[in-house]
């Protein structure tokens, strides 16, 4: 391999968010460094058709510091891009024990090695890490509530939540203390295609296929902004070009949507694009016991990003949605063989008794 222009090293690029990423950096041929352990909820394939002298995936666990001391030493990242975390809130509530050594020592490993590495390049002012976190982290909002801005006070509700929000105070601890040029970002709730589905757009969207009942936790009421993935990548691309060291940037689209109206949104644009055989996809919806702590809506005040950096999201919500089924509808084959082999469908998230 060859370095033909930058070097990233990317930490989760065979998740969700991550693959995009690698996808959109891929298409300037910049030299990528993947880690990535494999985990239930990878996808190789989906980083695309990379450029294969100019990526590299390394199956490996950030949980181990010394392999992370050894990969910033031989490959000499320009840039570090946090992405690699345990998501899911249901199943943090099931196996919390994952989410603290994945998200909060994995994350305090990273920032170790690259610490050590930067020094050893005495201190490199082009050198940059950006750590890409959520909105989850700030708790939760009432209906009349203010969006939360970067400034905000942060208060987890969920074992996810607080592992990234232990992972944010790191992270700028690192900063502050040591210098390390840090960036951080927190996203809204992001849909598109590869999503795992666990994540409620594939999952609806999945149970829509099977014909089998949609779950909605509670009365449906919970409210979240929605960002597609490809905006969300977009914005974490802008902020490591042209965000400030120490400072946060929250990207959000403003697409604010009770559960409920989008499990319904999803089920009317499925009638269209297949159309049930007997009645409305609406007709699966059933309601069932809520989620333990389940915060009541998040909403993101994106001026910051909107007026510093000049960046918005820009894919039009339903046109988006509309889009990412249609990709699920091609892709039927990859759905089922997670239902078959690492995901049922089945509920998450209870409390231990």
């Not at 980083?47 to 030493?73: A, C, E, H, Q, T």
């Not at 899911?88 to 989410?99: A, W, Y």
Request: net charge positive; charged share 25%.
């Amino acid at each position: 391999m060859t370095n033909k222009k930058h070097t990233y090293l990317i930490t989760g690029g065979c998740g969700f968010i991550g693959s995009c990423l690698i996808r959109n950096l891929a298409k300037k041929n910049n030299y990528l460094i993947n880690i990535d352990k494999i985990s239930y909820a990878s996808n190789e394939k989906s980083v695309g058709n990379v450029n294969k002298s100019n990526y590299l995936l390394i199956k490996k666990d950030i949980r181990d510091p010394i392999f992370l001391k050894n990969v910033f030493n031989k490959y000499k990242p320009n840039y570090v891009i946090h992405l690699a975390a345990e998501s899911h809130v249901d199943r943090s509530i099931d196996r919390p024990e994952d989410f603290i050594f994945t998200n909060i020592v994995g994350t305090y490993n990273l920032l170790n090695s690259a610490y050590d590495y930067w020094n050893k390049t005495n201190r490199d002012k082009n050198f940059r890490f950006l750590y890409v976190s959520t909105d989850e982290v700030y708790g939760s909002l009432k209906s009349k509530d203010k969006s939360f801005k970067e400034n905000s006070l942060i208060k987890p509700n969920s074992p996810y939540a607080a592992s990234k929000a232990s992972g944010d105070l790191l992270a700028y601890s690192w900063f502050k203390t040591y210098g390390l040029p840090i960036i951080m970002t927190n996203s809204s709730n992001n849909y598109g295609i590869w999503q795992f589905p666990e994540k409620l757009i594939p999952l609806v969207i999945q149970k829509c296929l099977r014909n089998k009942n949609i779950p909605i936790y509670g009365k449906g009421k919970q409210i979240r902004d929605w960002i597609n993935v490809e905006d969300h990548v977009d914005g974490i691309i802008k902020v490591l070009a042209k965000g400030i060291s120490g400072e946060k940037y929250n990207i959000g689209a403003n697409n604010e949507i009770s559960n409920l109206d989008l499990v319904k949104l999803i089920c009317s644009l499925m009638d269209k694009l297949k159309p049930k055989s007997d009645g409305k996809y609406s007709n699966l919806i059933t309601f069932v016991e809520d989620r333990p702590g389940h915060d009541f809506r998040y909403s993101l005040d994106t001026r910051k990003i909107n007026r510093q950096l000049s960046w918005k999201a820009r894919i039009n919500f339903k046109k988006g949605l509309n889009e990412t089924i249609k990709w699920y509808l091609s892709n039927k084959d990859w759905l089922n063989s997670i239902e078959e082999s690492k995901y049922d469908g089945k509920r998450l998230g209870r409390l231990r008794k």
